[in-house]
């Protein structure tokens, strides 16, 4: 079976535009959370969705937003880019939301 | 204070070893622990999920939790090159039907000596 896969892997984006990362679940998972991890640092809860509808929200500004859409795949999204947004997004899916997660390979966003 | 310490060496040790990784945490409703595995520039990979108190093996890998003094340990047996990689921390006072957020250590850099 596929793991949970990120696209694209990497990114470089311009201060000021706007970036989507996408994520596709395990098949079955119905839960998708997204995190944020700085060079050197653990990850940082962004998001999690659960049957399309937000479950929780991390201390991160509202340029950040995500959904997640009827096939349980979920999209990330970030306006207004900083550099200081430069970081491994990372996504992880689980069956119901309970916290056993699992990580996709993530994607590289580098804002210049 | 940060929620979850984790010392971020780096841990050098020689192969065969026995390594033990810990952390500390302060939110006494966590839970879940977790460890995950992070080579570089990949995801984070689940090695360990516990609840509660208590010990947990798989293979070569032992987790521990205990509550009472908020420390949590994963230590590898015969420890080889392949186990070099950046071990994670993790916890969380959620679980079913609630938003599972997890908290992490920063990490620790182990590096496993042929």
């Known amino acids: 079976d596929a793991g949970v896969t990120q696209s694209p892997t990497h990114l470089i984006k311009t201060r000021g535009q706007h970036v989507t990362l996408r994520c596709s679940p395990i098949?079955?998972?119905?839960?998708v959370s997204w995190y944020q991890q700085v060079l050197g640092q653990g990850p940082q809860f962004i998001f999690q969705?659960?049957?399309?509808?937000?479950?929780g929200r991390g201390n991160f500004p509202d340029r950040f937003s995500a959904r997640q859409f009827p096939n349980y795949s979920s999209e990330l999204n970030v306006n207004a880019l900083l550099l200081g947004d430069s970081a491994l997004y990372l996504c992880a899916s689980s069956f119901s939301g309970e916290t056993e997660a699992f990580f996709g390979q993530g994607t590289r966003l580098t804002v210049v | 204070q940060k929620e979850v310490e984790q010392d971020p060496g780096p841990l050098s040790v020689p192969e065969g070893a026995i390594v033990s990784l810990n952390c500390t945490y302060s939110?006494?409703?966590?839970?879940?622990f977790m460890w995950y595995r992070q080579y570089s520039r990949k995801g984070p990979e689940l090695l360990m999920y516990?609840?509660?108190?208590g010990n947990k093996e798989d293979g070569r890998f032992t987790a521990q939790v205990d509550k009472s003094s908020k420390y949590i340990s994963l230590f590898i047996r015969d420890s080889q090159p392949s186990d070099s990689a950046t071990y994670l921390c993790a916890m969380s006072a959620l679980g079913y039907s609630s938003a599972s957020k997890i908290i992490f250590g920063s990490g620790t850099r182990l590096s496993i000596r042929p």
């Open positions: 098949s079955g998972h119905k839960s």
């Open positions: 969705y659960y049957e399309k509808e937000e479950r």
């Open positions: 516990t609840y509660s108190s």
């Open positions: 939110n006494s409703a966590f839970q879940y």
